[in-house]
T-cell receptor, first 113, second 116 residues
Framework: AQKITQTQPGMFVQEKEAVTLDCTYD???????LFWYKQPSSGEMIFLIY??????QNATEGRYSLNFQKARKSANLVISASQLGDSAMYFC??????????FGQGTELSVKP | SAVISQKPSRDICQRGTSLTIQCQVD?????MFWYRQQPGQSLTLIAT?????????ESGFVIDKFPISRPNLTFSTLTVSNMSPEDSSIYLC?????????????FGPGTRLTVL
């Protein structure tokens, strides 16, 4: 069965420092996609970054990068130069079937000034 | 990228009543997805809404409780029927990537429902 695991319920980081949010997944399908979303207190889901299972390079989007280790089935999100506005819930998700996402439990990130 | 709107953005309802949530997309999509996020929890897929056919429900969700309509390729509704406080959640619709963006999957802004 497909599964996404985020083992860090909460994380703290000092402003301007980098932080890594962990995500591991389990699937038997060779073709899948991995996503990270940010959810502020307003409740909206903000797409951050995507990694395809066949992508050779780690995905990057501005201050966000995805540390994709396929053999270990991990897809950790790295946020560089943290900002106060980065404080939010972060969800890792996996897509196998078109459009259907399975989400991890989420990590609440707090950025300290 | 698709622009998705939802109505209402939030509502407070009495138990036993029903609420219909609307999802509008600015482009035609074959599938639309409805998710539920209970307080303090992650997102769970309720159903897939296909135009021209009945919705496909995930395990634990039934049509009598969450009827879905999909009258055209840009619009869908989700009804939460005979509500109880356990239905208090954020409900979000989502569409798969279009031809211009395989790597992105977007969500509507969500409907925050409180059942008293």
């Amino acid at each position: 069965a497909q599964k996404i695991t985020q083992t860090q319920p909460g994380m703290f980081v000092q402003e301007k420092e980098a932080v890594t949010l962990d995500c591991t997944y389990d699937t038997s399908d060779p073709s899948y996609g991995l996503f990270w979303y940010k959810q502020p207190s307003s409740g909206e889901m903000i797409f951050l970054i995507y990694q395809g299972s066949y992508d050779q390079q780690n995905a990057t989007e501005g201050r966000y990068s995805l540390n994709f280790q396929k053999a270990r089935k991990s897809a950790n999100l790295v946020i560089s130069a943290s900002q106060l506005g980065d404080s939010a819930m972060y969800f890792c998700a996996m897509r196998e079937v078109w459009g259907k996402l399975i989400f991890g439990q989420g990590t609440e990130l707090s950025v300290k000034p | 990228s698709a622009v998705i709107s939802q109505k209402p953005s939030r509502d407070i309802c009495q138990r036993g009543t029903s609420l219909t949530i609307q999802c509008q997309v600015d482009s035609q999509v074959t599938m639309m997805f409805w998710y539920r996020q209970q307080p303090g929890q992650s997102l769970t897929l309720i159903a897939t809404a296909n135009q021209g056919s009945e919705a496909t429900y995930e395990s634990g969700f039934v049509i009598d409780k969450f009827p879905i309509s999909r009258p055209n390729l840009t619009f869908s509704t989700l009804t939460v029927s005979n509500m109880s406080p356990e239905d208090s959640s954020i409900y979000l619709c989502s569409v798969p990537p279009g031809t211009s963006g395989y790597n992105e999957q977007f969500f509507g802004p969500g409907t925050r429902l409180t059942v008293l």
